[in-house]
């Protein structure tokens, strides 16, 4: 089993990424952390076999603390999770050794598939020779490019991540504009914009709720 660390200094974000990787009973998720201090003094400590890593986090960025934990000999594994997508911050991951790149949002297809792509790589270290036909089929076989889901004008990356997290977090309850609201700090007509734009893309569906008395009210779910 590969021993995983997610540090992301969303909770609702953590809570997500936490919820992917243990779908996969290849992986453990044994620390998150929400700032790089304390993820850079565990990790000098303890070996593991994977991190999943934000970029934007206070006290020092993403690729920062790939920087320095290279520097000092730790040499986990890193997949970026991140809605940082300028050159240069892929090209530094890139450089210092991040085996995949994700930018937010992103389906959980795409992920399970980073998760595979590095099953594969670690399982194929494992042979005493290799031939160009094991290279070119494991260790340097990109991912299928999957082009990131890019909102439309108005609509922020991150924030649609934050109400995808939260709705993700109980996928079989049917939730309100108001309580989607609530739990991710905006108001009713914001959450109402993106939950209209994640029904176009098919991520959710919406059914009109009548247990409330004489008032309708929408609902909305994820779909499976």
Not at 71 to 92: C, P
Not at 205 to 210: F, K, L, V
Request: hydrophobic letters at 40%; proline letters at 5%; charged letters at 25%.
């Amino acid at each position: 089993m590969y021993t995983t660390v997610i540090i992301e200094d969303d909770p609702m974000i953590t809570r997500l990424n936490r919820r992917y990787i243990e779908q996969d009973s290849r992986f453990a998720v044994v620390q998150t952390f929400s700032a790089a201090h304390p993820a850079l003094f565990w990790l000098r400590r303890n070996p593991i076999d994977l991190i999943i890593l934000d970029v934007y986090m206070p006290q020092m960025s993403g690729t920062e603390l790939l920087l320095q934990l290279r520097a000092e000999g730790v040499d986990a594994d890193v997949i970026m999770v991140t809605s940082a997508n300028d050159a240069k911050t892929v090209n530094d991951a890139v450089r210092l050794g991040a085996v995949d790149y994700l930018v937010k949002p992103f389906a959980y297809e795409r992920f399970r598939q980073a998760l595979d792509v590095f099953c594969r790589r670690r399982e194929s270290v494992q042979r005493d020779s290799f031939s160009q036909d094991v290279l070119d089929h494991t260790l340097f076989q990109a991912a299928a490019p999957t082009p990131p889901v890019t909102p439309p004008k108005g609509l922020q990356s991150q924030t649609l991540s934050r109400i995808e997290a939260y709705l993700r977090a109980a996928p079989e309850t049917r939730h309100t504009s108001d309580e989607i609201a609530s739990h991710v700090g905006l108001s009713v007509v914001t959450v109402r914009r993106y939950m209209n734009y994640l029904a176009e893309q098919q991520v959710i569906g919406s059914e009109m709720d009548y247990r409330t008395g004489g008032r309708l009210c929408l609902v909305y779910f994820l779909r499976k």
